[in-house]
């Protein structure tokens, strides 16, 4: 049997789909660990051959299943996720959408059994973190066993955010604030805050978002009439992210259509008077 730095036994660590791979980095310290999930660790003495391992999974891939037991939390190293539930019919409820830095899997900590669903929208790297593996080092060390249950509950304040959000704005509102947040965090993952791609669809931001498809799309497509975003399929730009903050709904539209006229008026305006002007100096 292969043997690792903290004891586990890969084919009993093997998530739900058979197909896995670990990636270019197969281990990651306490340490690293905790400035992944911005923990303060300093003045911690923490084990150095502490050591998790690195799973990598393909988009589409699970990660966990509804119904499996529990034995394992996860956190994100890089790529993009769902969480989803599953109702007796089959239809899908977007939960969240983890990235870079963030923990998941809690949901199994309550029956032993995972509620939810991970499912790999990108290419992931996958940090695996064995619940007793946790539970000995918090009992080692009760300044990280507090800290890793403050990340818990920062995803359960994320959770509610949500549902508050769904039950007091607008369609328009929810998209704006939707996107808002996702710019933030690829900001603070490094990457620009005003381009990037999503990796979501259309259908699952709205599943997330208590929309549906259409309501989406249209959304996105209102937001792009009046400046506030360029949408190229997946690819978003933002071009007022202070607009977005705020937003409460958008104007009617035919109010959209009018000021869409002005500024396109106002683009032609300002290409005439440089015409005028290139003409006139060459004139000269």
Known sequence: ???????????????????????????????????????HCAGLALESDSAFQHVQFKSGQRIHTIG???????????????????DESGNEQVLSFPMRGDLFGIDGIHNKHYTSEAVALSSCDIILVPFKK???????????????????SRELVREQAMVGMLGSLSAEARVARFLVPLSDRFGAMGYSNKE????????????YLGLTLETVSRTFS???EIGLIAVDQRAIIINDIGALRTLRRLPPSRARIKQQAQIQAQAAAMTQAAAIAANTQGVR
Not at 139 to 149: M, S, W
Request: hydrophobic content about 50%; aromatic content about 10%; proline content about 5%.
């Open 1 to 39: 049997m292969l043997a690792t730095p903290n004891g586990i036994n890969p084919t009993m660590a093997r998530p739900a789909d058979a197909a896995w791979q670990r990636s270019a980095k197969l281990w990651s310290t306490l340490s690293e660990i905790c400035d992944l999930l911005h923990i």
């Open 196 to 207: 990037f791609n999503l990796r979501m669809t259309r259908h699952e931001i709205g599943s």
């Open 134 to 152: 946790f539970l000995a080092l918090g009992r080692a060390h009760p300044e990280l066993e507090t800290a890793i249950y403050s990340v818990m």
């Open 68 to 86: 499996q037991p529990f034995d394992m939390l996860y956190i994100v190293n890089s790529g993009f996720l769902k969480t989803v539930m599953i």
């Open 222 to 224: 209102a937001f792009n």
